[in-house]
């Protein structure tokens, strides 16, 4: 086997572990309720977004009406979405 083609083989393996582990997302949702504020800080403090991050979600969920917030894997964003209901925000994981 040519080394090109065990270059792209190892290139091929690595895109569909990379998928599976990115397979989980948390979409946070616009509601009438949250302000700003509480969005951004909820943001801060439990997605480990920059300040600038969560402000950009928060304009993205109130003009769209739903903004993927964080992946990783099921187990990782399981107790990150019980925080943001527990928050009050409304979000799932897909």
């Known amino acids: 086997m040519s080394n090109n083609k065990i270059q792209i083989e190892k290139e091929s393996e690595l895109e569909v572990l990379t998928q599976v582990k990115r397979e989980h997302e948390i979409i946070l949702y616009n ?48 107790p990150i979405c019980l925080k943001l209901l527990e928050s009050q925000l409304s979000a799932e994981i897909h």
């Not at 951004?40 to 991050?53: G, P, R, S």
């Not at 993205?60 to 992946?71: A, L, P, Q, R």
Request: proline share 0%; hydrophobic share 30%.
């Open 31 to 78: 509601d009438d309720v949250n302000t700003f504020d509480h969005v951004i800080n909820t943001l801060v403090a439990y997605c480990d977004h920059t300040y600038e991050q969560a402000e950009q979600c928060a304009y993205i969920v109130h003009y769209s009406g739903k903004c993927v917030v964080k992946t990783g894997s099921y187990e990782e964003l399981e």
